[in-house]
């Protein structure tokens, strides 16, 4: 009996999700921890548009769920393991730029996990002055970027998979 052949294409593909996913993990944390260094140091940015202001976030958005770290640990773990079989089963379908933009998901989910777990807090430095918005941090940014444009790709059938 002949084992079905995955294409190569298939592989080419998981292996860019783990490399993009891999840029992006090692960039964010440590630009977190560069910045997290620099304010113990002193730095101190505040105009009209944005301040850095340190705060441990044992929440989520608007410290939601701050009692209960473990909720927003294990809603973490139940998303990056649904979204990492969900594109690795459907990864020979995708575009590089439909896993590209999943990965960058993944890495913001990962990111805030590792520091929630490792640190028992997500560091929180980025203050929008022009908006009353929470504090947030580079995985935040990663996350809201990440869905906006995969929910753009979807609504327009683009990008996400091949015809």
């Given at each position: 009996?002949?084992r079905?052949?995955?294409p190569?294409?298939?592989?080419?593909?998981?292996s860019y999700?783990?490399?993009?996913?891999g840029?992006?993990?090692?960039t964010?944390?440590y630009?977190?921890?560069?910045i997290?260094?620099?304010?113990k140091?002193?730095?101190?940015i505040?105009?009209?548009?944005?301040?850095?202001?340190?705060?441990?976030?044992?929440g989520?958005?608007f410290?939601?769920?701050k009692?209960y770290p473990f909720?927003?640990?294990?809603?973490?773990?139940i998303?990056l393991i649904s979204?990492?079989?969900?594109?690795?089963r459907?990864?020979?379908?995708?575009?590089?730029?439909g896993?590209?933009?999943?990965?960058v998901?993944?890495?913001?989910?990962?990111?805030?996990?590792y520091?929630r777990?490792i640190?028992?807090?997500?560091?929180?430095f980025i203050n929008l002055?022009?908006?009353?918005?929470p504090?947030f941090?580079?995985s935040?940014?990663?996350i809201?970027?990440?869905?906006f444009?995969i929910?753009i790709?979807?609504?327009?059938k683009?990008?996400?998979?091949?015809?």
């Amino acid at each position: 009996m002949a084992r079905k052949k995955q294409p190569q294409n298939l592989w080419i593909k998981i292996s860019y999700l783990f490399l993009i996913f891999g840029i992006f993990t090692f960039t964010n944390l440590y630009i977190s921890d560069y910045i997290t260094e620099l304010i113990k140091q002193g730095l101190e940015i505040n105009n009209n548009v944005f301040s850095i202001n340190y705060m441990q976030n044992t929440g989520a958005a608007f410290s939601i769920l701050k009692e209960y770290p473990f909720i927003l640990i294990a809603l973490a773990v139940i998303a990056l393991i649904s979204l990492f079989a969900y594109i690795i089963r459907h990864a020979g379908t995708m575009t590089f730029n439909g896993i590209f933009w999943f990965s960058v998901l993944l890495s913001g989910i990962f990111c805030n996990l590792y520091e929630r777990v490792i640190l028992g807090y997500v560091r929180d430095f980025i203050n929008l002055k022009f908006i009353n918005f929470p504090i947030f941090n580079f995985s935040d940014i990663l996350i809201c970027t990440s869905i906006f444009i995969i929910i753009i790709l979807l609504l327009t059938k683009t990008s996400l998979k091949q015809l």
